[in-house]
């Protein structure tokens, strides 16, 4: 019989060996998976894993490798401050997209005004749109102690039918003949969040994205405020004694996780996407909570894993393209990959040992 | 706007079906919170049994079959839950989004083929005399055998927690989990157990939108319904009274709004769409005022070593 026994510290050799161990493992469990599925599962890791960087047209994938980890990596990393303390914003979805909406709607309002002054303050749109949404849930659990997963939850869904309404609506192209949609900012060069270098997909969400990284590692390990969020995490009430405000941690955590979820729907709707359109998001919001997970909420961890994770989606294009493997197994592939790091963390904090009988 | 296009017999009677879905989830919910263990994974759960119970009806032509089937896959999934935070004691907030990322994902994967399909029809209760009753026979007698099933199951679980040992041992679990372990309960039993249980009736929930509610299958069905059970429970106070109650104010306010999209009112479409997230948020503000309701060990992990 297998005994689980508490290490006194967390294993550091096994903190860094899970989410590489999690991925092994969910590339197994995800051939079986696609093998069910009729496919060949060594075909199809290596479509997924392989073909985005070194196949035939990876000149074309990977500057998408960052296009895609961009947004992740700019979200996780937000997330990744609140989990570490142990408030859990779910809605970066939301966030996210008001953050678009918020910073569309700005760079909209000068069309077709050419100023170099306008990106930036699209810039300020989206985080303060994010910012806003998730001080929603801050302040209703600061002020009533309300549930800021549940609330924080909610507002997606909110801020969906808001983006519906303000596609079909206040922001729609009034030259568009009455389709859906806003105007398209690429066609706006004050306002387009255009590739900085040619070719290599970099444009100003990813240089946020590698700012926050390092951001997010200085506060950590050299400001009192990262000392205090890894404190309220750990021990609440050592946390309280040593004079952590736990209703300004809420409210600085979801406020910053808000603002960087804003800021990188911004980039998006700004850049990639183009414009304001009903189902422009495409859930980052939901999978930067895995890249957070599997990035250990480290900084430098959530900047890896948010490669990796714009690997799979790009792999999961390939594989759908070349192998008509449906779009949702590499949604499932995702799910399960958080599943097996969860798993595979207890080895992290508990022994495995073998019981010998028990004299009683 | 039209209003005297609403009728309030239909009203009433669309309000307990829609009501019934989130009942069913919560119901679970309710005993899974009250054993100490939060489960966020209603919402994967719930969409896995809808895609469960609407195949297996479609494949066998019996919609018996596939809520019974809805409620194995809702197990089957929670029975995931419950091995990562039981037995390798993860997070269970974690343990519960990623129940809920990898039910989305699995369910678009099995319903694929099923888009655009019409289920069996789901028989209606007919009893001579009393459903040809004017008003109360259209409302109260009028429904679905789930419908009072998923009635009997709050008298059934209320009953169970307030009355009976096995409710005891569950509410002990739950309120103190080291002191219950040293009475010589089996925590990690009862839970996993409770969790089983709850998974079951949200996957009987998610299938009762996919075969009666809706009745058809597209990606992601429930909308958020799972979140609103989740809710229901706080709102409820981990009552299961008030759990009914609760689902019925949320079924009235979601068939409202669909009959005022219906009857062109001013209000923008969008606008009534949201107000059953936005009257969910102003819920929770107003019970979280007193938290002294919930279970001491929710969400807390167990380990006999501790």
Known sequence: ?360 | MDLSSISPTLLLASLIVAATPILLAALGELVVERAGVLNLGVEGMMITGAICGFAIAVNTGSPALGFVMAAVGGAALALLFALLTQVALANQVASGLALTLFGLGLSALLGQGYVGIKPPPTGKLDIPMLSDLPFLGRVVFGHDLMVYIALALVAAVWATLKYTRAGLILRAVGENHDAAHALGYKVVRVRILAILFGGACAGLGGAYISLVRVPQWTDGMTAGAGWIALALVVFASWKAGRVLLGAWLFGGITVLQLNLQAAGAAIPVEYLSMSPYLITILVLVIMSADKSRAPASLGRTFHASQ
Not at chain 1, 8 to 18: D, E, G, H, I, K
Not at chain 1, 95 to 117: E, K, M, N, R, S
Not at chain 1, 300 to 324: D, F, H, K, Q, R
């Open chain 1, 1 to 360: 019989m297998l005994k689980l026994e508490k290490r006194p510290q967390p294993s550091r050799a096994w903190t860094y060996l899970t989410p590489v161990l999690a991925v092994v493992v969910t590339m197994l469990a995800g051939g079986a998976l696609f093998a069910m599925l009729g496919n060949d599962p060594v075909e199809a890791i290596r479509t997924i894993f392989w073909e985005p960087l070194f196949g035939e047209f990876a000149s074309y994938y990977r500057p998408q490798l960052l296009v895609k980890a961009g947004p992740l990596i700019l979200i996780a990393i937000g997330l990744s401050l609140g989990f570490r303390a142990g408030i859990w914003n779910i809605g970066a979805e939301g966030q996210y997209i008001i953050g678009a909406i918020t910073g569309a709607a700005v760079g909209l309002a000068f069309y077709p005004v050419d100023l170099w002054v306008i990106f930036p303050l699209m810039i300020l749109a989206g985080a303060l749109g994010g910012w806003v949404w998730a001080m929603i849930p801050g302040l209703l659990k600061v002020r009533f102690g309300t549930n800021e997963i549940l609330v924080s939850l909610m507002l997606v869904y909110v801020a969906e039918q808001l983006l519906a309404k303000m596609a079909l609506g206040l922001l729609r192209n009034p030259e568009g003949r009455g389709f859906p949609g806003s105007r398209n900012l690429q066609q706006y060069p004050a306002a387009h969040n255009a590739e900085i270098i040619t070719g290599t997909g970099m444009h100003w969400g990813v240089v946020a994205a590698f700012i926050a990284v390092i951001f997010a590692y200085v506060l950590l390990s050299r400001h009192i405020l990262g000392h205090q969020i890894q404190l309220a995490g750990q021990a609440p009430r050592a946390a309280r004694f040593a004079g952590v405000n736990p209703a300004r941690l809420t409210l600085i955590c979801l406020g910053l996780s808000g603002a960087l979820a804003g800021m990188a729907g911004m980039f998006e709707v700004s850049g990639p996407a183009g414009q304001i359109s009903i189902d422009f998001n495409v859930g980052y919001g939901f999978t930067a909570i895995i890249v957070a997970f599997l990035g250990r909420l480290h900084p430098v961890g959530i900047a890896l894993a948010g490669l990796l994770m714009a690997l799979t989606y790009i792999g999961g294009e390939i594989a759908e393209l070349n192998l008509s493997l449906p779009a949702a197994a590499i949604q499932m592939f995702q799910g399960m990959l958080l599943f097996f790091l969860l798993a595979v963390d207890v080895l992290t904090n508990y022994r495995v040992r073998l019981r010998t009988a028990e004299v009683a």
